[in-house]
Each structure stands twice: as structure tokens, then as C-alpha cells.
């Protein structure tokens, strides 16, 4: 190990990199445990999923993963802007990064809401009369995409310190761990929806 | 042992910070702070959970009701196991000992992330205490025991949500400790100190925080559910409503079993520092022990369907799944032979520590060869739910983690706090733990083989005998109990002076002052030898 910090910096990019990248690992085994409880339902209940999923708005599905994947873009960009030392480009970037999150949040909005209009939530008296493996594909859909959504509005705020961090200068050439780890956690965002799409809004 | 002399250096403990006084202390982001905050607050509710034991060990003096009646005793076993588990064993030695002295086994100044160790402490006891509100906010007190298997947990009418919610937190703050733990060590070890040059207690913490980051969000993930399926009637886990409940059980296995190493690996570690240093002998089989660590963290992971021979899970998955906790067993064993071949042909001195030490060997051993009475299948199906799993757990957590705590703070207290506690008070309180725990834990085995369930408030008149004799241990243990912790309060009071090394210790925390500085070393120590190399360190070895 010849590349140690030496211990009088309280500064170690490496370090915050790594403990990001742990984390990441953790919110993959947080989703993995609903990713192994879909598995097993899906195998149990093929048919009634199939038949819960053609309920869902694949294009609004589509739209919001377009959303993310160009976020995640500008979100990379902006990093490279800051490593480049053009802090303006970076904060530009970012802000593109937040409208598409909150895009996504807004059409998750209309999206939720319609299907409360036709009392598809669980515990509803319609969803009670459905077919056990319909009740679980929505506790699923709920589940899932709420705590996706939940990791989305985390982003978000991440994001915005980044923003105000970079305006006072504290985010510099130098000095991008936070905004890169932001970027890393954003990333993660992406990917997990990348995952939920197809199994909820695809497979049917 | 009346000296109140002052020793001349100002430590962490008189350093102040911005703020004084308790604020100081709950602002602080110093390691060390934050380790005995940890152990402060750890040390309250083990005493409330051990006294909550010792009332259920009461009601069993007699068949039928005697102090309480069945749904008292069921709140109690719940909550006795829920703190005992999740707020006192899984972060007990990581977070106290490991806060305290990873940092300066390593050589480092701090933790990686400092402020992240005081917001996971904040955490700690926001789940601590919501865990105590599930006793006391309207309606009952949970009655699920610590394990919450779904269906009842979904369906039970008390406060199931509070206690699901405080396991919930707790386990993210365990997870931000392994977190952090782990880039401690990847980034912080002093120049020279490569991976073969690192102590065993930050080895074994290695391998429990990768435990902790890796496995606690399933159990975190699972419990969520139970909760969205107690708020919103979804069912994933019960069969009435197409959900299935040894689902649940998996999931919650799959934390829940390796969390047994996250509470018995940092005890190894412990013990692995006090053997050198009380036989002033190197310790024997380094890399084994280290390796072996890795070993148990990474086999571990893969035993939890031992807990669900009788669940009804196919044959080949009880056959896989008690093999590999044959398997587990030999690394386990391989540390035990290393201990006791460190002890051998050592000058061995046979303080308090050591003492904690050997008995943690002792009831490991039952521990553990009773743990494959239990992974075998055949015999498994007979001790399933008896007393026999309650002697043998409590000897692997209690007997292991419990007794590795305590040799760790005889250890470790004169470089805390810089004071000698009395040695003669510290054996006497260690007669009455090893006596009292033994003869409160072992009947149990007994009445377990002969078929007395676990968890229930009444028995049939034949295990009557056995139940007497282990009530009698549990009021032996707490008097043992109470005079240790006297022992040490009075110690940080007036005991003597304890100079930096009293122990001959080589390790790098008796190269510092005691109690340790604010950032513990004046300048971080360039290693050239092995961690537990007695000889000269001039000489190169």
C-alpha cells in the first residue's frame, strides 16, 4: 500500500469514494430482498401478473426512463465539467439533472394518482377483490416504486447541496468528492429503475 | 489503590471542545467519546434487559402463573430479547471496543468519516428508544418475540410496528458502522502496517463490517414489509392471503444468522489481543486467525436455513445447509487451538483478563459443540424449540460475546480511563459470573433434551428441579453482575494510577499515554514488525 494519505489531511477523496461505494452495495441488497420476493411471486403467480402488469402505463414508464437515463448523463457531464475546473457548465448541468428528477417525480405524481382514481391501491375495497396474485403484483408495484421514489427525492436533495455548494465555491477543481459521490449515488438511482421498468411495466 | 493523583497530560477526557459538559460530550466526533457513549448507553439497557431476564427466570420457579401471567411473560420475553439482541449484542463490541481502539490498534487518529460515527450513534439510540416506546405507548407491549415470524407478527394487536421500526434503525446504524469501519482500515493504517501487520481485533472487525454492510439490508428490506403488510393488508407473507410465511423466514435468516457472527467475531478478536499479552508470547498462527475470521464472515453467510429444519424446506436444502454448518464450525475450532497454543510454553500471569478469557474458551466450547447437536438433522427435529437451543444460544451469546465483553473491559479499562481497577474484587465478580451463568444456562440443556418448549410461561411438574436450579444461577449471575460494574465505577473514581502499559502489551495502544490524547498520537508510528513481536523492536526479526 504505497498510496496512503498522509493522516495530517482530514482529505481523502479515495476514502469517501470507497464508503460510497459500499453504501451503493447496501441499497442493492435493500432492493435485491424486493427483487427475490418479485422472483418468487412471479413463479408462483404468473398469470395473475401477467394480467396486474398490462394495468400499468408502459409509456409512461418509457418517458420516465428516458428521463433518468438523460439525467444520469448530464449528471456524469457535470463531474467532468468540475474535474475540468468549469464550475458554471457544472452547475448548469446539475440543474438539468434536478428538472429531470423532478420530472420523474411529477409524472410518478399523475401517475399514482390515476390509479387512485380507480381505487388501485392496496387495501382499497377493489384491490381486496382481486386475485391474490394481483394484490401482491400491486403491493409489489407500490412497494417498489415508492421506495424507488423515496431514493429519488434523496438524490435530489444531494444534488441541490451540490448546487449551493458549488456556488460558494466550496466544490472546487480540487475538492469534487461530494459532487462525485452525489453523481455515483445518482447513478445508482438510474440503474435500480433500469431494473424496476422492464419487470414491472414490460414483462406481461 | 487510594491514590487520586492526577496523571500530568491532558487526555480525551478533559480535552474541551467547543461546548462543555454533557453537550461537549454529545457533540463530540472523537472515537474514543463516542466508543464510551456507546458503552454507557449499552451498559443501561443491558442492566434493564438482564433484570427483565431474571424476572422471567422467577416466574419459572413454579408451574403456573407466579409473578406474572402468560401475556406479561410474553411482552417480556420479546422485549428481553429485542434489546438483548439488537441494541446490546450486535453493536456491543464492534461499537464500543471497535470505536475505542481500531482507530489506534491501526495507528490512525480517527475513523474515516468522524461525523458519520456520531450520526450513526444518534441513530443507535433513536431506535434504542423507540424500541423502549414500543412498552409504553398505548396498547401492548409486542408479543412476538425478537424473531417476529409472520403470520402472527402481521396479525398480533400490539405494538408489533414500534419494535419492527427500532430493529429497523438499529440496523442502519450498524450498517454506517461497518461502513466506516471498513474504510477506516482500507485508508487509515499507519506506513509499514500491511495486512499481515495488523492486529487480529481489527482483522476480525474487518470481517464483521462486511457482515454488517452485506446483510443488514434484507433484514431491514424484510422488516419493511412486515410493516407495509401490517399498515396496508398487502400479505406478502401470509398464506391467507397468498403470501408465505417461510419466506419470511429466509429473509429474516439470511440477516439474522450471520448477525450471530457480527456479535462472536469481534469477541474473537478480543480475545485474540489478551493471550499474547498475558503469556508475553507471540501469538501462535497469525494468518490463521486472520484468515479464519474471513472464513467464518464469508461461510457464514450461508448457514441460515439451519434455523428451518422444520419449516418445511426440501431435503436437499437441509442437507446443504446443515453441511455447511459442519463447516463453519472448523475455522471456528482453528481459532480455539491457536488461543490455547499461544498460551502454551507462555509466561503466563493470570490477571482478571485472562482469567474472562479462559471462561470465554470454556463456554464457547459448550456453545459451540451444542450447536452442532442442533445442525445435525436428526438431532435437530428433537431439540428444535426446547430449552436446549435457549442454553445453547445464550452460551455462544452470553457465554462468548457477554464473557469476551467483559475480559475486553478489564483489558482495556486502565488505557480508558488511565486508573487500575481491584484485581481481587474483579476475580471474586468473575467467580460469581462463571459460577452463576453455569449453573443458570446448563439444567437447560437438561430439560431441553427432555423436551421443555423455549418460550413458555408454564411447565409440567418434571422440569421443575431444573427450572429451580437455573433460577438460583440467574440471582448468582446478577449479584456477579453488579459487583464487577461497581468494581469498575469505583476504579474510574479512585483507583490508582495505571501508567501507560501495565499489561506489557505490544500492541500499539500501550505505546500511547493512558487515557489516550485527544488524537492519540503525538506523530503516527512507522511499523516495521510484526504486531506481537515481544523481542527487542530494535532488533528486526
Known amino acids: 500500500m504505497s498510496t496512503h494519505p498522509t493522516h495530517n489531511e482530514h482529505h481523502d477523496p479515495e476514502g469517501s469514494k470507497i464508503g460510497m461505494w459500499l453504501f451503493i452495495f447496501t441499497e442493492l441488497f435493500l432492493f435485491g430482498g424486493l427483487f427475490l420476493v418479485y422472483a418468487v411471486f412471479r413463479n408462483k403467480y404468473s398469470a395473475e401478473f401477467h394480467h396486474a402488469a398490462e394495468e400499468l402505463n408502459a409509456f409512461i414508464g418509457t418517458m420516465n426512463t428516458v428521463v433518468l437515463l438523460v439525467s444520469s448523463m448530464t449528471v456524469a457531464m457535470s463531474v467532468t465539467a468540475i474535474q475540468k475546473g468549469n464550475s458554471k457548465k457544472a452547475i448548469g448541468l446539475l440543474i438539468l439533472t434536478v428538472l429531470a428528477a423532478l420530472i420523474f417525480m411529477v409524472n410518478k405524481y399523475f401517475e399514482w394518482s390515476h390509479k387512485f382514481e380507480f381505487n388501485l391501491y392496496p387495501g382499497s375495497d377493489v384491490v381486496k377483490g382481486l386475485d391474490h396474485g394481483e394484490i401482491l403484483f400491486y403491493g409489489l408495484y407500490y412497494m417498489m416504486t415508492g421506495l424507488h421514489a423515496l431514493h429519488v427525492l434523496i438524490g435530489l436533495v444531494l444534488l441541490i447541496i451540490v448546487i449551493v455548494r458549488l456556488k460558494s465555491g466550496r466544490i472546487t477543481k480540487d475538492h469534487y468528492s461530494l459532487h462525485e459521490n452525489s453523481g455515483l449515488y445518482w447513478h445508482l438511482v438510474d440503474l435500480i429503475w433500469i431494473f424496476l421498468f422492464p419487470l414491472l411495466y414490460l414483462i406481461t | ?541
Request: avoid cysteine.
Open chain 2, 1 to 541: 489503590m487510594s491514590s487520586t493523583e492526577k496523571y500530568t497530560h491532558e487526555s480525551y477526557l478533559e480535552h474541551k471542545g467547543k461546548y462543555k459538559g454533557l453537550l461537549g460530550w454529545l457533540t463530540s466526533t472523537d472515537h474514543k467519546k463516542i466508543g464510551l457513549m456507546y458503552m454507557y448507553a449499552i451498559t443501561v439497557f443491558f442492566l434493564v434487559a438482564a433484570l427483565l431476564g431474571l424476572m422471567m427466570r422467577i416466574e419459572k420457579i413454579a408451574p403456573g402463573p407466579t409473578i406474572m401471567d402468560a401475556q406479561t411473560y410474553n411482552g417480556v420475553f420479546t422485549i428481553h430479547g429485542v434489546i438483548m439482541i439488537f441494541i446490546v449484542v450486535i453493536p456491543g463490541l464492534a461499537a464500543v471496543f471497535g470505536n475505542l481502539f481500531l482507530p489506534i490498534l491501526i495507528g490512525a487518529k480517527d475513523v474515516a468519516f468522524p461525523k458519520l460515527n456520531l450520526f450513526s450513534w444518534y441513530l443507535f439510540m433513536t431506535g434504542a428508544i423507540l424500541g423502549l416506546f414500543s412498552q409504553f405507548v398505548g396498547g401492548d407491549p409486542p408479543d412476538t418475540g425478537w424473531t417476529f415470524y409472520v403470520p402472527y407478527s402481521a396479525e398480533s394487536s400490539t405494538n408489533v410496528i414500534w419494535a419492527l421500526s427500532a430493529a429497523f434503525i438499529l440496523g442502519f446504524a450498524s450498517i454506517l458502522t461497518g461502513l466506516n469501519f471498513i474504510v477506516t482500515i482500507h485508508r487509515m493504517r499507519a506506513p509499514g502496517m500491511t495486512w499481515f501487520k495488523m492486529p487480529l481485533f481489527p482483522w476480525s472487525l474487518y470481517a464483521t463490517a462486511w457482515i454488517q454492510v452485506l446483510a443488514t439490508p434484507i433484514v431491514g428490506i424484510t422488516l419493511l414489509m412486515v410493516i407495509a403488510e401490517r399498515v396496508l393488508n398487502i400479505g406478502f407473507f401470509d398464506p391467507a392471503l397468498g403470501g408465505d410465511p417461510v419466506l419470511f423466514q429466509h429473509l429474516f435468516w439470511i440477516y439474522s444468522h450471520p448477525a450471530v457472527y457480527i456479535m462472536i467475531l469481534p469477541a474473537m478478536g478480543v480475545v485474540t489481543e489478551i493471550f499474547p499479552t498475558f503469556s508475553q508470547k507471540p501469538v501462535f498462527g497469525y494468518g490463521a486467525i486472520a484468515i479464519s475470521s474471513i472464513a467464518i464472515a464469508v461461510v457464514g453467510y450461508f448457514v441460515w436455513g439451519h434455523h428451518m429444519f422444520t419449516s418445511g424446506i426440501s431435503y436437499w436444502s437441509r442437507w446443504f445447509f446443515s453441511f455447511l454448518t459442519f463447516i463453519v464450525a472448523v475455522p471456528s475450532a482453528i481459532k480455539v487451538f491457536n488461543w490455547l497454543s499461544t498460551m502454551y510454553g507462555g509466561k503466563i500471569s493470570l490477571k482478571p483478563p485472562l482469567l474472562y478469557a479462559i471462561s470465554f474458551i470454556f463456554l464457547f466450547l459448550i456453545g459451540g459443540f451444542t450447536g452442532l447437536t442442533l445442525g445435525a438433522l436428526a438431532t435437530n427435529i428433537h431439540t428444535h424449540d426446547t430449552a436446549f437451543v435457549v442454553a445453547h444460544f445464550h452460551y455462544i451469546i452470553f457465554g462468548g460475546m457477554g464473557f469476551a465483553f467483559f475480559a475486553g473491559i478489564h483489558y482495556w479499562f486502565p488505557k480508558m480511563y488511565g486508573r487500575m481497577y481491584s484485581f481481587r474484587w474483579a476475580n471474586i465478580a468473575w467467580g460469581f459470573l462463571f459460577l452463576g451463568f453455569n449453573v443458570l444456562y446448563f439444567p437447560l440443556f437438561i430439560i431441553g433434551l427432555q423436551g421443555m418448549p423455549r418460550r413458555y410461561f408454564d411447565y409440567l411438574p418434571q422440569y421443575q428441579t431444573g427450572h429451580v436450579i437455573s433460577t438460583i444461577g440467574a440471582f448468582i449471575l446478577i449479584i456477579g453482575i453488579f459487583m464487577m460494574i461497581s468494581n469498575l465505577i469505583y476504579a474510574r473514581k479512585k483507583g490508582a494510577l495505571a501508567g501507560p502499559n501495565p499489561w506489557k502489551g505490544v500492541t500499539l495502544e500501550w505505546k500511547i499515554p493512558s487515557p489516550p490524547p485527544l488524537e492519540n498520537f503525538d506523530e503516527i508510528p512507522v511499523i516495521t514488525h510484526q504486531p506481537y513481536f515481544f523481542g527487542d523492536t530494535n532488533d528486526e526479526d
